[in-house]
């Protein structure tokens, strides 16, 4: 679902769900088509903690890593 504003508590959202699914040893793959989105997770500080892809299509292309979210909240591995 796009979302055209994200702020401190949605960003904390994220986080918060981003826990979950480590819990679950899932991934989490974000849809990021503009700048304005990024910049928000850049300035947090979680702009390497994360994945980001331009469309839906372009997420799913490729297979999550094994280790899914372990390497939250380090550097992500970028397809």
Known sequence: MPVPFLDSAGLG????????????EGSLRITCPTHRILHVFAVSGLRDAYDFYDSPQEAVRRAPPVDGLAHWPGPAHHA
């Open 13 to 24: 959202a994220v986080v918060a769900i981003t826990k979950r699914i480590r819990e679950h």
